[in-house]
């Protein structure tokens, strides 16, 4: 038996509405997906507008893609850095206090590569709060980052990060506890 990708469909997945996801991608492509720096508080009024959960104060820098706004939760005092990817095509749930730096992915979809069809592979990504995901650092599909977990730069998460806890590495394992000093 071989990969045989003309044989690859959807299965039951749905993004949403066809409407709603064809707006969205022209808001997603001019509006955060732009080098412009729109105000913060535009891009929060226009996820709230597009079914997000957006808690206070979100900071959402430039060249961020966000795929279905609809099965995003944003918890209060969040940033999201330059070039972020949310590759959202199940729930992500973002706490409070979270930080995504620059180039960070959350990646919801693979394929499962045991089936000659590659069909979707889905999971959901939860990030705690306090919860630090370092630049150019990429969360699996299904991954739980407990309270105060930090993925260090360039680092693959591909399983559960435990609260306070520094992971670094592909795959990220345990580096030390976090603490804080001050």
């Known amino acids: 038996m071989r990969t045989d990708l003309s044989k690859f469909t959807v299965g039951k997945y749905v993004a949403g509405p066809k409407w709603k996801v ?4 022209f808001v997603n492509y001019f509006i ?21 959960k957006i808690g206070k104060g979100l900071v959402i820098k430039t060249k961020v893609r966000i795929k279905n706004p609809w099965r995003l939760e944003i918890g209060e005092n969040c ?11 199940e729930d992500v749930f ?12 959350l990646l919801t979809g693979n394929h ?6 590659f069909p979707y592979k ?12 370092g630049a150019k650092s990429v ?6 980052c407990r309270s105060h977990a930090i993925l260090t730069v360039n680092s693959v998460a591909t399983k559960e ?17 976090r603490k804080f000093v001050g």
């Open 22 to 25: 064809l707006v969205w991608h």
């Open 32 to 52: 955060f997906n732009s080098a412009f720096p729109w105000p913060y508080r535009a891009k929060s009024a226009l996820l709230r507008f597009f079914g997000a």
């Open 79 to 89: 940033w999201i850095g330059e070039s972020v990817w949310i590759d959202n095509l």
């Open 94 to 105: 973002i706490g409070s206090n979270v930080c995504l730096s620059q180039g960070a992915m």
């Open 112 to 117: 499962d590569y045991t089936m000659s069809d």
């Open 122 to 133: 889905l999971g959901k990504i939860v990030l705690e709060d306090g919860v630090w995901i």
């Open 139 to 144: 969360v699996c599909p299904g991954i739980v």
């Open 161 to 177: 990060l435990s609260a306070w806890t520094i992971y670094a590495g592909n795959p990220a394992v345990r580096v030390r506890e």
